[in-house]
């Protein structure tokens, strides 16, 4: 697609890990468990009542509020990461400890304290590039009529 | 992020490839949390994750702890020579029980793996507590202590009812805190965080254990990550109760410190617990948002229960005796297994006093170390299984996929002796 059919959003806030990646999207308003609410072999959500469940981040920009649960939150996507299950790049509203260690342990570009809520802009299927170097978040998607 | 001079040559490697690993990792975390500075403790719980389901699937080979624990607990893709530990350091949950290894159903890789993660343990000077509650075996912190603690349930206990100070720490930090003595100076580290945000207003009887864990739960899951200040509550909950409560606030959401207003340290009065300030929001907990929790946690619908579990977080030593007074002279029904976990350091004091025995008799087991939805160890064949949790209830339907009921001590303890659940909300 090029830029005419598209419209592009850019979202600017602080970066947690550096690097650079893009792709789809997953997003979720929810939190996320670690341990207990993702599979970290397939990158599947588990938890039995999250609005995600049984669909998977991996190889996707995860954006989501924040992390809840375990402090196993950081193992199990270091796993998912070692088992090529794991995003490709996160984007969150909500810093916590565990949220932190996991950005660092996934090893790839993290962003939050995003200027518009990334919830709201963001949608399942757009195409995010995430400048975890920069702080800077880029959305495409086609063009609204 | 400003590093002493200590602080700079570990980072630089003068102390070593491990060390200099575990402080790259702990500045690189603090820059992402946007600390200043890091500061220095000497308490750590965490430990050697290893031998855990899950991460037992991505290491490559068995034959070497100090490699399997360099890239899961140090985030190390190449090995390193891991030196002993500087601080008091304590282990957290293993993958099994090695005095029910059969009951358990623990595989003999599972068991190599977890006599050499306890060699390697040993060697580095990890306590080998095994336990999600390491203040009931010998690690009371103090108030005002800095903390590098693992275990959610751990560290909101800590926090709040001791006045200690730390956040839920990871395997890598935690394991990066024990060879530095050092961790972000960040969050409930630092006083002024501490104040508690959201204003819990009880208005019906949280006495007994099981509404304990549902007011946590309740809690838990709308304030999220947030401090709440539980106001109106008539009852000061005892340890087990304090446990469960911030257990399932733990679980449901991602509590780290609460307030119970005239109960909890940092809490004489509610403007001290909110720092003089008014509360982000004002939320009631009254009967209806408890059986709103109660039926949240119930997933199950066939009364026919396999598999009852007790004691998670891991049973205090009243919980022990709770139950044994409850299956004293029972039998459990032939299509139920109960299993009850705590501590073995005080497993060995339920031993002295012939609780263990008279659990035992009965049909049902006493274990440590472990826990069904940590180490995925569980009987055979479970379909539906009950606890007295709301943590385990939350997790056992995810992580072993067990239809769960979740109710009182002795709701669960009557479903083993009959076979059937027949728990209500009372």
Partial sequence: ?145 | MKLTDHEQAMLDGAEGPAIQQAMSLLTRYGKALGAERLVETNNVCGGSVGSLPNRRNVVSSDDDMEAIFSLMNLDSDVPLEIPRVKTMAYKLIEAGDPDYYDQQRVSERTQKLVKKNADFCDRIGIQRCNTCTPYQVGNVPTYGEHLAWMESSAIVFANSIIGARGNVEGAQSAAAAMLTARIPYWGLHIPENRYGTHLIEVECEVESMMHWGLLGYYVGEVVQEESPVVNGLQHHPSLRKAKHFGAAAATSGGVEMYHLVGMTPEAPSLERALGDKAPEETIHFGKAEMRKAYENLNCATDPEVDFIMLGCPHASIEQVQIVAKLLEGKKLSPNTELWMFTPKALKQHADRMGYSEIIEKAGAYLMSDSCPALSRVSPEGVKVAATDSCKQAHYLPATLGFDTWFGSVEDCVNAAITGRWQGELT
Avoid at chain 1, 59 to 85: E, H, P, Y
């Fill in chain 1, 1 to 145: 697609m090029s830029d005419e059919q598209q419209d592009v959003i850019v979202l600017r806030g602080r970066g947690v890990v550096e690097g650079v990646a893009e792709g789809e999207a997953f997003v979720t308003s929810q939190t996320l468990s670690g341990f207990g609410g993702i599979d970290p072999m397939t990158g599947t959500v588990t938890e039995r009542r999250h609005e995600k469940v049984g669909q998977s981040f991996a190889g996707k920009v995860l954006v989501f509020r924040g992390a809840k649960g375990s402090s196993g939150w950081a193992s199990n996507f270091q796993t998912a990461r070692l088992a090529g299950a794991g995003p490709l790049a996160v984007i969150f509203n909500e810093l916590t400890t565990k949220m932190a260690l996991g950005a660092v342990v996934m090893r790839v570009p993290a962003v939050t304290d995003l200027d518009q809520n990334p919830l709201e802009v963001i949608q399942d299927g757009d195409w995010v590039k995430v400048d975890g170097n920069e702080g800077v978040v880029e959305i495409r998607r086609p063009a609204s009529a």
